[in-house]
């Protein structure tokens, strides 16, 4: 069975602050791909990034990178310099390549920015 | 805009009721995959087409069916709608079969779905 958890239900911080998500996840397969999603306020989903369990290198976009740890099974997430429009709720997920295409979501972290 | 249309954006029906949810892809994409988002059970993923044929199974429940039409638009039905149906309904689609995870899946903007 796969599961995300993301500990942290709410997170408020002001304006060019530095926050990171934490990410765990549980999984029986040796292959698989884990995800970042954003859900702002008007409700759509938008991928954030994929990375597979082969690759442990992190990964830098701009204000946003990762650091995947197979070691600890942690796939954070950090936000450098937090503007008001990063408040959203951000989910991370998980897609084995048993029964590949079923995607195991985390409860998701609200992030609230405050000017 | 993803690319990904899905309609309605709302629906208010009644217990008991059957409602069908239209999905239409990105233009290429081979995948659609339906996914569940309610205050109590989060984000669920429910079912996924690959080219017409179905090819990943999530936490669907008997009542719902979902199919891949020839021109690759999706539908989702709910039938013998219960209160606790009621939630945000996303399509995805992706080019290839997401094996893997190897594909990207954009998502459309949901359908709210309101059961009284």
């Known amino acids: 069975a796969q599961k995300v ?3 942290q239900t709410e997170i408020s911080v002001v ?9 765990v996840y549980e999984t029986r397969d040796t292959t698989y791909y884990l995800f970042w ?14 990375r597979n369990s082969f690759d442990e290198q992190n990964e830098i ?17 950090t936000i450098t310099a937090s503007q008001v429009v990063d408040s959203a709720v951000y989910f991370c ?7 590949a295409g079923k995607s195991t979501f985390g409860d998701g ?7 | 805009d993803s690319g990904v249309t899905q309609t309605p954006k709302h629906l208010i029906t009644a217990t008991g009721q059957r409602v069908t949810l239209r999905c239409s892809p990105r233009s290429g994409d081979l995948s659609v995959y339906w996914y569940q988002q309610s205050l109590d059970q989060g984000l ?4 996924q087409y690959y080219n017409g044929e179905e090819r990943a199974k999530g936490n669907i429940l008997e009542r719902f069916s979902a199919q891949q039409f020839p021109d690759l638009h999706s539908e989702l039905n709910l039938s013998s709608l219960e209160l606790g149906d009621s939630a945000l309904y996303f399509c995805a689609s992706s080019e290839r079969q997401g094996i893997i995870g190897t594909d990207t899946q954009y998502f459309g903007p949901g359908t709210r779905l309101t059961v009284l």
């Open chain 1, 5 to 7: 958890t993301q500990a």
């Open chain 1, 15 to 23: 304006e060019k602050e530095d926050v990171t998500l934490d990410c």
């Open chain 1, 37 to 50: 999603y954003k859900q702002p306020p008007s409700g759509e989903l938008v991928f954030l990034i994929r």
């Open chain 1, 61 to 77: 976009s701009g204000r946003y990178s990762w650091n995947f740890q197979k070691s600890t099974s942690s796939f954070n997430f």
């Open chain 1, 93 to 99: 997920a998980l897609m084995g390549n048993t029964n």
């Open chain 1, 109 to 115: 972290t609200t992030l609230t920015v405050k000017p």
């Open chain 2, 44 to 47: 669920q993923f429910l079912i």
